[in-house]
């Protein structure tokens, strides 16, 4: 049977079972990130859209405006 450039199935789960450890390995080196020093400012277009998203929600985050781009949207006073 001819080997075609294809990995076999045992080399093939050796390669990605030590990707999946360095991986995991790397991300407990690193620990958690750093607390971000400034909060972000967002601005949201599209209160149809735009709402859906909890942004208000996260503790680093600013919603400083809001707009929708057609006058007149239902539920807009």
Do not use: W
């Not at 390669?15 to 971000?36: F, I, K, P, Q, W």
């Not at 208000?56 to 007149?72: K, Q």
Request: charged share 20%; glycine share 14%.
């Amino acid at each position: 049977m001819e080997n075609s450039g294809l990995p076999t199935r045992r080399s093939f789960l050796q390669t990605s079972t030590l990707a999946a450890a360095g991986s995991l390995v790397g991300y407990h080196l690193l620990g958690e990130s750093e607390v971000a020093a400034k909060k972000l400012r967002v601005g949201i277009v599209g209160g149809g859209f735009g709402v859906n998203f909890q942004f208000h929600e996260h503790p680093d985050c600013i919603v400083e405006a809001v707009s929708d781009l057609r006058p007149g949207t239902p539920g807009k006073n």
